[in-house]
């Protein structure tokens, strides 16, 4: 594992920007209770789907965090893309659908073409078994969707609860 030097800088400094910098600022704003049950949701259900898909050797990540303990991407399914979602959410919150289906393109662009790096350049991931860029893409903006539109439908619920 010499030879993944970069990779495993590239995943230390991703780490503590996300550690260090931007859950601080995150949970800083209210509602933290609605940024806490996204942030959770999110992270539960991303291990739960890259498990399964790293166990039909969908995805693979030949570097990443605890490597030697679970196959899945620790960084990106219970940090990165939880905190993107929690930024996500606090971006959206008072939109409407078709402004909150925008931003979300726009936030997800980027993320994507990191990945596309991430998989043309380095060993941090590979796509395997037919697996394809629009995958991942949908898939996020799919999983992000989902989110948002779970929180708010607790929000409505609780809402009508205070009347």
Do not use: C
Not at 12 to 35: E, H
Not at 49 to 68: A, E, M, Q, S, W
Not at 102 to 124: G, S
Request: glycine share 4%; net charge positive; no cysteine.
């Amino acid at each position: 594992m010499k030879g993944h030097r970069f990779e495993k800088q590239f995943l230390r400094s991703l780490f503590i920007l996300n550690v260090g910098l931007l859950i601080p600022i995150l949970f800083r704003r209210p509602p933290i209770k609605d940024w806490l049950l996204v942030y959770l949701f999110n992270a539960s259900t991303n291990s739960i789907i890259d498990y399964f898909l790293t166990l039909h050797n969908i995805v693979t990540y030949p570097v990443r965090f605890l490597g030697k303990t679970t196959k899945i991407h620790v960084l990106f399914d219970l940090l990165l893309y939880p905190t993107f979602t929690v930024l996500y959410n606090q971006m959206t919150e008072k939109d409407k659908p078709l402004s909150i289906f925008y931003k979300l393109v726009a936030l997800v662009i980027p993320l994507f073409f990191i990945e596309f790096w991430a998989v043309r350049r380095t060993d941090l991931i590979k796509w395997k078994k037919g697996w394809n860029w629009y995958h991942t893409f949908s898939g996020i903006i799919l999983k992000s969707l989902v989110t948002r539109s779970l929180i708010a439908i607790i929000r409505k619920i609780e809402k009508h609860q205070a009347q």
